[in-house]
């Protein structure tokens, strides 16, 4: 599995790097995606439907971030 860390990013930015770690990985792999706030919360995860990928889990953390893990179409 592969992780990122987004959450000083802002959106548009959060699914463009979120995008560009999934294009690197082979399909069927797993990506966690680390993000904080509202708007990454609801977007990064409805894209990644819209390119067809495969959203895994969502956790909400202690810490006020989400972790996100998608499988790479």
Excluded: K
């Amino acid at each position: 599995m592969t992780d990122i860390d987004i959450t000083r990013e802002l959106c548009p930015m959060t699914y463009v790097r979120t995008r560009i770690a999934l294009d690197r990985l082979a399909p069927g792999e797993l990506l966690r995606v680390v993000l904080r706030g509202d708007e990454p919360r609801r977007n990064v995860p409805r894209s990644a439907i819209e390119q067809g990928h495969t959203i895994v889990s969502t956790e909400d953390a202690a810490d006020g971030t989400t972790i996100v893990v998608i499988r790479r179409h």
